[in-house]
């Protein structure tokens, strides 16, 4: 099992920054794949961003390219995403995942329970 605990959401205007932490736990950290993913009010959950297990792989949904940056640091057992330039269409509660499967078609095993992040025009 991982336990997977997100923490920087919150209340931001548009233009601005937030970085999300995820910590996990539970089993070796650099086996998995790590992404977040998004679910804004009466829409479909949507995959953000992943990295793999080192760190040298990403991918970014194209709504955020340019925008927001995934990392990880393998001896904090934590990853991050850097989000700039917030619009109000990114306001959605954001989860961390993780996956030992193959990077290449990332599907989570664990999620966390999710921040919300609010951003307001």
């Known amino acids: 099992q991982v336990q997977l605990v997100e923490s920087g959401g919150g209340l931001v205007q548009a233009g601005g920054s937030l970085r999300l932490s995820c910590a996990a736990s539970g089993r070796t950290f650099s086996d998995y794949a790590m992404g977040w993913f998004r679910q804004a009010s009466g829409k479909e959950r949507e995959l953000v961003s992943t990295v793999n297990w080192s760190g040298g792989r990403t991918y970014y949904v194209d709504s955020v390219k340019g925008r927001f940056t995934i990392s990880r640091d393998n001896a904090k057992n934590t990853v991050y995403l850097q989000m700039n330039s917030l619009k109000a269409e990114d306001t959605a509660v954001y989860y961390c995942?993780?996956?030992?499967?193959?990077?290449?078609?990332?599907?989570?095993?664990?999620w966390g329970q999710g921040t919300q992040v609010t951003v307001s025009s």
């Open positions: 995942t993780a996956t030992s499967g193959p990077y290449v078609r990332y599907v989570p095993e664990y």
